[in-house]
């Protein structure tokens, strides 16, 4: 008996060698950290060979003796599944930003709140070092640090109230994915008025003087940058 080929198999191994390309294209593209952590990374080589091999089985099983048409409903569960693929391929990447800083909370995990093992007093100061003695209530360690220099890059977000020299300096952290961020905030003052917009990345500057459970820059200079690489950092 003549095999006749099977247009709803076709449709499911053209899908699943999408997003086999899909994940391919953002590792050889290097744009893995937008997507996924250091910590989690290995999925995405992973499931681009587990997505090939599924591809293959699906088109050397995609020949049937009776005739398979595609439906409506073959064709909506297609544009399901490829639509994401098509986007993250075709669209520039994007990453949390002002608006998200403003609407996530600060409660987290336990997977955030590991000690950093090290002496805060002197030294380089890093925002993942904030937040663990936020996330801890240890900011007070910062105290004999009042007035020294410090440097971090993050985007900007301003709230209502801010004065015109006042911005928040953001950066996500994440462990898995995007999903699971949370949100580093520094309030900067001193800033130069007006010149720096929301999702803008800037590199500030200044004393950093610990104010009940925040931090505040004091900035004497801030310098906008383009926005890094690697966009979200990761706990150690």
């Known amino acids: 008996m003549k095999l006749k080929w099977s247009k709803p198999r076709l449709a499911v191994a053209f899908a699943l060698a999408l997003w086999a390309a899909m994940l391919s294209f953002i590792i050889l593209a290097q744009r893995l950290p937008y997507y996924l952590s250091p910590r989690t990374s290995w999925l995405a080589p992973v499931g681009g060979v587990t997505l090939t091999l599924a591809a293959f089985a699906r088109l050397a099983t995609a020949r049937t003796t009776s005739s398979e048409r595609l439906t409506s409903r073959h064709l909506l569960n297609l544009a399901v599944l490829v639509t994401p693929a098509l986007l993250v391929i075709f669209l520039p990447p994007l990453t949390l930003g002002a608006f998200a800083a403003q609407r996530r909370g600060p409660s987290v995990s336990g997977a955030y709140a590991e000690a950093t093992g090290r ?22 360690q910062l105290a004999p640090r009042a007035g020294s220099t410090s440097s971090f890059v993050g985007f900007v977000s301003r709230y209502p109230g801010d004065a015109a020299d006042e911005f928040r300096l ?3 952290m994440i462990t898995c994915c995007p999903g699971d961020a949370v949100i580093i905030s520094l309030r900067i003052v001193g800033a130069p008025p007006g010149e720096f917009k929301p999702d803008d990345w800037v590199r500030v500057t200044g004393a950093i003087y610990p104010i009940g459970q925040q931090v505040v820059v004091d900035a004497s200079e801030v310098v906008s940058i383009p926005r890094p690489k690697h966009p979200y950092l990761n706990p150690n």
Request: aromatic share 12%; charged share 20%; hydrophobic share 40%.
């Open 119 to 140: 002496d805060l007093s002197t030294g380089d100061l890093s925002l993942i070092d904030i937040f663990g003695l936020s996330f801890n209530n240890e900011l007070n």
């Open 170 to 172: 953001n950066r996500f």
